[in-house]
């Protein structure tokens, strides 16, 4: 499982005000992989954003830039949220329900 830096900060951020759950976080942390937002992610990002407002469906900021993590370090994303991505050019999404139980 992998995440990225801001899902992270945001998980921190309302982990600041439930110690408790707070180290549970910190266990999971230790699970994952933090991809980068670099310049190819970036990249993969503007173009991702260019082609959904060109098609007239925007995603959104924060799903354009998951999005672009993705495509950039090749991998897939498993989400609930399939609608959105499946428009995504080169992005495989995995919805979480196709995951064995």
Avoid: K, W
Avoid at 17 to 44: G, I, M, T
Wanted: glycine share 6%; with cysteine; charged share 20%.
């Amino acid at each position: 499982m992998r995440s990225h830096r801001d899902h992270s900060y945001e998980l921190l951020v309302g982990l600041a005000h439930a110690p408790r759950q707070s180290a549970l976080f910190n266990d999971l942390l230790d699970l994952v992989q933090v991809l980068p937002f670099d310049l190819n992610a970036a990249r993969e990002a503007a173009r991702i954003d260019a082609q959904l407002r060109g098609q007239g469906a925007p995603i959104g900021l924060p799903d354009t830039l998951i999005a672009g993590v993705c495509v950039a370090h090749g991998i897939p994303l498993l989400t609930r949220n399939t609608v959105h991505y499946e428009r995504v050019e080169g992005l495989a999404v995995i919805h979480a329900d196709q995951l064995p139980r």
